[in-house]
């Protein structure tokens, strides 16, 4: 019984390895792996990987669409995230940008920021040119 359980997660756990970093809705992986792994265990796998630490839920996720990232184990515990809210992609900010405002929270805020778990939210560079380039308006 153990042996195919285990086999479920890897499946899982390789489909969430080619989308590191992304947010996935359970549904979502459900359905791409609809022909693998029944629907309740994927949920269940899931939630044993979000207890174990490999999977993050995203906080504005309801309980009936649970949506999750994967973290890449060794460079996402080094990096602090950022999400863009409009097309959902999640950057690395630089390293000596986050740390400076890791250093300068800590300084003034008696504050230890936890990187891995970290994550700001806003609109990407991406997002934020769509905009303005409409009309090709330069400069
Ligand atoms: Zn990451
Ligand atoms: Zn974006």
Do not use: W
Not at 11 to 18: D, H, N, P
Request: proline letters at 1%; charged letters at 30%.
């Amino acid at each position: 019984m153990s042996k195919y359980i285990t086999k479920q997660r890897k499946i899982l756990t390789e489909y969430l390895s080619k989308h590191v970093d992304e947010n996935i809705s359970a549904n979502q992986i459900a359905l791409a792996l609809a022909d693998k792994i029944s629907k309740s265990a994927v949920y269940r796998n899931l939630a044993d990987m979000e207890s174990e630490g490999k999977i993050r839920r995203a906080p504005n996720s309801s309980q009936r669409e649970a949506v999750y990232r994967y973290l890449d184990d060794e460079r996402c515990r080094e990096c602090l995230h950022l999400s863009c809210k409009k097309c959902g992609k999640t950057y690395h900010m630089q390293t000596s940008v986050a740390n400076s405002l890791i250093t300068s929270v800590a300084e003034n805020e008696n504050f230890s920021i936890d990187k891995g778990e970290t994550v700001l939210y806003g609109v990407c560079a991406k997002c934020q040119n769509s905009g303005k380039s409409e009309n090709g308006i330069r400069e």
